[in-house]
């Protein structure tokens, strides 16, 4: 089975967040470094959305798949699921929801032409190709990437990314997936209803692998991780009372899966994933609700008072968002007994750019830029904690020699393209009065 990380998943989420916009290509470089995703096409039928691209940082292929984000439209799928039964995945003995499957085609043939242009492009000849979806958008995810690897793309180059998707067909269906896709990832959340939808009794069988977060999706948090598609120890365990309660639907289907969703699981687990609200994320410069409150995982009770842990270095940082000059920002760091914040490799400095980014995420302000330790101190690149100089590749033009002696680093984050996030540059930050340039900081302290 393929690997997958943390980083990873993040980035594949974002991809599916895309998908919720009318301008995804302006979600996709928010989070590229050389902003160089673009949107090739893409379709709208009805409430349903499908975009296709390419993210040239990634070596990627991309095909995104919107889904549904209240209790209304899951019901009502599931509805549409019942009534139309299951139809034959083609050359094949599989059954899948004829809804889901029809639904997905029509979507598909709505970028066909674009996907198959990139896909053959020499330029793109060894690009993975992701499909991502969240909630309906994951049953189309999982059809399409299927339908590609077993009839047009080498399926060694699929790689096949879901975040609270239903169930889409019987267990010879999850079988022929599991068999055709090498790379499949299955993310589910807490009590998201959306996994057990339809139920088992219905003839419905998910596929594998599952990455299950029972609590917080929060940074650092383990997922329990399930090869097969249905398993107790994972997603599966709220499964029995939510499926009674659907199989005992007979009258009043709609306003009855109404009232099961609602009285045996979480929406709220279903909207969030890796600590993004899925609908508006992508929605950027207003003052809306992105992020959703997650707690982070791995080194609990260990940072002071309005610092945040990150659980693969152990450490603890904290945005102070008021801008200050450099000389202000070491005397704040040190009050705190930490210094401006060392960065040591691409998760941390991830980490570091998504931790400003969500103390302004549900505002307005949706770019700016913040102090980091790096230094010249004598013609040699220091940190301000004395840390090793391990990691300096994240300067804007690739030239850490933009650092002169009385220069300092400082790093972007971003809510919209072309905002550079997570990349650094230097300016004049020593002999400069009266104009002195002041920006936020990020502190760390070792624990």
């Given at each position: 089975?393929?690997?997958?990380?943390?980083?990873?998943?993040?980035?594949?989420?974002?991809?599916?967040?895309?998908?919720?916009?009318?301008?995804?290509?302006?979600?996709?470089?928010?989070?590229?470094?050389?902003?160089?995703?673009?949107?090739?096409?893409?379709?709208?039928?009805?409430?349903?959305?499908?975009?296709?691209?390419?993210?040239?940082?990634?070596?990627?292929?991309?095909?995104?798949?919107?889904?549904?984000?209240?209790?209304?439209?899951?019901?009502?799928?599931?509805?549409?699921?019942?009534?139309?039964?299951?139809?034959?995945?083609?050359?094949?003995?599989?059954?899948?929801?004829?809804?889901?499957?029809?639904?997905?085609?029509?979507?598909?043939?709505?970028?066909?032409?674009?996907?198959?242009?990139?896909?053959?492009?020499?330029?793109?000849?060894?690009?993975?190709?992701?499909?991502?979806?969240?909630?309906?958008?994951?049953?189309?995810?999982?059809?399409?990437?299927?339908?590609?690897?077993?009839?047009?793309?080498?399926?060694?180059?699929?790689?096949?990314?879901?975040?609270?998707?239903?169930?889409?067909g019987d267990k010879v269906y999850a079988q022929l997936h599991e068999s055709?896709?090498?790379?499949?990832?299955?993310?589910?959340?807490?009590?998201?209803?959306?996994?057990?939808?339809?139920?088992?009794?219905?003839?419905?069988?998910?596929?594998?692998?599952?990455?299950?977060?029972?609590?917080?999706?929060?940074?650092?948090?383990?997922?329990?991780?399930?090869?097969?598609?249905?398993?107790?120890?994972?997603?599966?365990?709220?499964?029995?009372?939510?499926?009674?309660?659907?199989?005992?639907?007979?009258?009043?289907?709609?306003?009855?899966?109404?009232?099961?969703?609602?009285?045996?699981?979480?929406?709220?687990?279903?909207?969030?994933?890796?600590?993004?609200?899925?609908?508006?994320?992508?929605?950027?410069?207003?003052?809306?609700?992105?992020?959703?409150?997650?707690?982070?995982?791995?080194?609990?009770?260990?940072?002071?008072?309005?610092?945040?842990?990150?659980?693969?270095?152990?450490?603890?940082?904290?945005?102070?968002?008021?801008?200050?000059?450099?000389?202000?920002?070491?005397?704040?760091?040190?009050?705190?007994?930490?210094?401006?914040?060392?960065?040591?490799?691409?998760?941390?400095?991830?980490?570091?750019?998504?931790?400003?980014?969500?103390?302004?995420?549900?505002?307005?302000?949706?770019?700016?830029?913040?102090?980091?330790?790096?230094?010249?101190?004598?013609?040699?690149?220091?940190?301000?904690?004395?840390?090793?100089?391990?990691?300096?590749?994240?300067?804007?033009?690739?030239?850490?020699?933009?650092?002169?002696?009385?220069?300092?680093?400082?790093?972007?984050?971003?809510?919209?393209?072309?905002?550079?996030?997570?990349?650094?540059?230097?300016?004049?930050?020593?002999?400069?009065?009266?104009?002195?340039?002041?920006?936020?900081?990020?502190?760390?302290?070792?624990?």
């Amino acid at each position: 089975m393929a690997q997958w990380n943390e980083s990873l998943a993040q980035i594949w989420a974002l991809t599916m967040s895309a998908a919720y916009t009318d301008k995804p290509s302006s979600c996709l470089n928010s989070f590229s470094d050389k902003n160089a995703c673009y949107v090739m096409g893409e379709f709208a039928w009805d409430k349903y959305y499908v975009y296709t691209g390419v993210c040239e940082e990634y070596k990627a292929i991309l095909i995104g798949f919107r889904g549904s984000v209240n209790p209304e439209e899951i019901a009502e799928e599931a509805y549409y699921v019942w009534k139309k039964k299951q139809i034959l995945f083609p050359d094949s003995t599989a059954k899948v929801s004829a809804y889901f499957y029809n639904t997905s085609q029509l979507l598909f043939s709505g970028i066909r032409n674009e996907f198959f242009y990139l896909k053959n492009k020499p330029r793109y000849k060894d690009y993975q190709i992701w499909v991502t979806g969240h909630s309906l958008g994951g049953a189309f995810t999982s059809l399409i990437a299927t339908y590609l690897a077993k009839f047009y793309v080498e399926p060694e180059k699929i790689w096949m990314i879901t975040f609270g998707q239903p169930r889409v067909g019987d267990k010879v269906y999850a079988q022929l997936h599991e068999s055709l896709i090498t790379h499949s990832y299955r993310f589910t959340h807490g009590r998201d209803p959306v996994p057990h939808v339809p139920t088992m009794n219905m003839n419905y069988y998910h596929h594998g692998k599952e990455i299950y977060y029972k609590d917080s999706m929060g940074l650092g948090c383990e997922p329990i991780e399930c090869t097969h598609g249905e398993d107790l120890a994972c997603s599966d365990q709220i499964e029995a009372q939510l499926e009674e309660c659907i199989n005992e639907c007979v009258d009043s289907l709609y306003k009855c899966i109404i009232t099961c969703l609602a009285k045996y699981s979480s929406i709220d687990d279903h909207r969030c994933y890796f600590g993004r609200n899925i609908g508006p994320y992508c929605i950027f410069c207003r003052s809306i609700r992105r992020y959703c409150n997650v707690t982070n995982c791995g080194c609990e009770n260990k940072c002071p008072k309005g610092y945040t842990c990150f659980p693969k270095t152990g450490a603890c940082y904290k945005v102070y968002p008021k801008p200050l000059t450099i000389t202000d920002a070491k005397v704040r760091c040190n009050g705190d007994g930490g210094n401006i914040v060392s960065i040591h490799d691409d998760e941390e400095n991830f980490f570091v750019s998504e931790l400003v980014a969500r103390s302004y995420g549900n505002l307005t302000i949706c770019w700016n830029t913040f102090w980091i330790g790096l230094h010249n101190d004598s013609g040699n690149l220091t940190w301000d904690d004395d840390s090793p100089v391990d990691f300096k590749h994240k300067f804007l033009d690739g030239d850490e020699k933009l650092l002169d002696p009385e220069d300092c680093a400082y790093s972007h984050f971003g809510l919209k393209p072309h905002s550079y996030n997570g990349l650094w540059r230097s300016i004049k930050c020593e002999n400069c009065q009266p104009n002195c340039p002041k920006m936020a900081v990020v502190c760390k302290i070792g624990v």
